[in-house]
């Protein structure tokens, strides 16, 4: 499985930006697709995923203003933020696993960085 993130860039506080994951390989491997960030100087964490049926489950502090959305027939999932503040700053990356419980993640794409400035 192959995954690229796009979509990022350089936003001001309170605005939005859409990213976007195209997946290509085994769907299989693709019944969760997942969004985690990475900020400067701090541990990679999960944002979100979401399931072939479209179960969501989101980090606390991204609920309500993220939503993630995918598009089976494409292998793309996406990601919509909105309000962003200047802490959402991270490279953010995509990333896909198969069914089952507990759930993991065994690809991943390479990240886009996005910037909100205060």
């Known amino acids: 499985v192959q995954l690229q993130a796009s979509g990022g860039g350089l936003v001001q506080a309170g605005g939005s930006l859409r990213l976007s994951c195209a997946a290509s390989?085994?769907?299989?491997?693709?019944?969760?697709m997942g969004w985690f960030r990475q900020a400067p100087g701090k541990e990679r964490e999960f944002v979100g995923r979401?399931?072939?049926?479209?179960?969501?489950v989101y980090a606390d502090s991204v609920k309500g203003p993220f939503t993630i959305s995918r598009d089976n027939a494409n292998n793309s999932v996406y990601l919509q933020m909105n309000s962003l503040k200047p802490e959402d700053t991270a490279v953010y990356y995509c990333?896909?696993?198969?069914?089952?419980?507990?759930?993991?993640?065994?690809?991943w794409g390479q990240g886009t960085q996005v910037t909100v400035s205060s």
């Open positions: 990333a896909a696993g198969p069914s089952g419980f507990p759930v993991r993640f065994d690809y």
């Open positions: 979401i399931g072939w049926s479209d179960m969501t």
């Open positions: 390989g085994r769907t299989s491997s693709m019944y969760w």
